[in-house]
Nanobody, 115 residues
């Protein structure tokens, strides 16, 4: 069964760090377009970071310099290292893969940044 499964979310204090992981099964891991999105309560889903090619990365202005996207092709895993977390980073984080003309989404993992 093709699916993306996120993990690593949780509660962290402002200034802290978390590392999100996304594992792909069923042949939907992309060596090109994969990304992390997030959706805060009452807001639209937004792009956080992405691979737009095999090594080209893009970040939203709000996370640039604090978050780092990476992937392990051998493990078929996508990661998001989040440092210097702020309360505004609180959201459900989703893993995304574009593979063979189709969009694939994970179920999301909750990140709460609060003191």
């Amino acid at each position: 069964q093709a699916q993306l499964v996120e993990s690593g979310g949780g509660l962290v204090q402002p200034g802290g760090s978390l590392r999100l992981s996304c594992t792909a099964s069923g042949g939907i891991f992309s060596t090109h377009t994969m990304a992390w999105y997030r959706q805060a309560p009452g807001k639209q889903r937004e792009l956080v970071a992405r691979f737009s090619g095999s090594s080209t990365t893009d970040y939203s202005d709000s996370v640039k310099g604090r978050f780092t996207i990476s992937r392990d092709v051998r493990k078929k895993a996508l990661y998001l290292q989040m440092n210097s977390l702020k309360p505004d980073d609180t959201a459900v984080y989703y893993c995304y893969s574009y593979y063979r003309g189709r969009d694939h989404w994970g179920q999301g993992t909750q990140v709460n940044v609060s003191s």
